[in-house]
């Protein structure tokens, strides 16, 4: 099956620090990759899609140069969250679109839960 | 734009059978997709359904009806595992993903 992975899985950072955070599919090429944000007992909320080679493109509301989206491979995209402040805390989720012959299938990573102090 | 309206909250007894709805409101319609996700943990995909009808995979059935834009997700035989949250979803043009607001279900014994 096609398989997701998100690293790292938990972070606690500083006020004004920057978090990275990797999402990689394992066993198949992903030209495209989204990125979600849910907070508690909320849905989850779209904030960017990231396309191999190209820019992000960002959902309305989200800061671009907060968030910094980059595609380099057909296998990974990662996000950056910059000057990272207690409100950014969240689950970050990744996802990847699955190509197959109908539908749309997307394969989610396991998320990365940020806490900002 | 795209929004989808489920039910908050579902409670029903191990066993039974539950029927979550969805209502959507799409300016495309590309089908309509039925996530679960246990607290803490990713959404994993349950289903999809691109045309009218009932669409089984073991114990869960997904349901949709285009000229209605309602779908559902119907559980059977439940178990305490099954309890957690339920999303629709439709994809736009590009594939991005628009959820529901969730509908939380909890399985008593």
């Known amino acids: 099956g096609a398989v997701v992975s998100q690293h790292p899985s938990r972070v606690i950072c500083k006020s004004g620090t920057s978090v990275k955070i990797e999402c990689r599919s394992l066993?198949?090429?992903?030209?495209?990759m989204f990125w979600y944000r849910q907070f508690p007992k909320q849905s989850l909320m779209l904030m960017a899609t990231?396309?191999?080679?190209?820019?992000?493109?960002?959902e309305q509301g989200v800061e671009k140069d907060k968030f910094l989206i980059n595609h380099a491979s057909l296998t990974l995209s990662t996000l950056t969250v910059t000057s990272a402040h207690p409100e950014d805390s969240s689950f970050y989720i990744c996802?990847?679109?699955?190509?197959?012959?109908?539908?749309?299938?997307?394969?989610f990573g396991p998320g990365t839960r940020l806490t900002v102090l | 734009g795209q929004s989808l309206e489920q039910p908050s909250e579902v409670t029903a007894v191990e066993g039974a059978i539950v029927q979550i709805n969805c209502t959507y409101q799409t300016s495309g319609f590309y089908g309509l997709s039925w996530y679960q996700q246990h607290d803490g943990g990713a959404p994993t995909f349950l289903s999809y359904?691109?045309?009218?009808g009932l669409e089984e995979t073991g114990r869960f059935s997904s349901f949709l009806s285009r000229s209605d834009s309602y779908g559902y997700l119907l559980l059977q035989e439940l178990q305490m595992k099954d309890s957690a949250s339920y999303f629709c979803a439709v994809p736009d043009s590009s594939y991005k993903l628009i959820f529901g607001s969730g509908t939380r279900l909890l399985v008593r014994p």
């Open positions: 066993d198949f090429q992903a030209t495209t």
């Open positions: 996802s990847a679109r699955v190509l197959r012959g109908e539908g749309n299938e997307q394969f």
């Open positions: 359904n691109a045309l009218d």
């Open positions: 990231s396309n191999e080679g190209s820019k992000a493109t960002y």
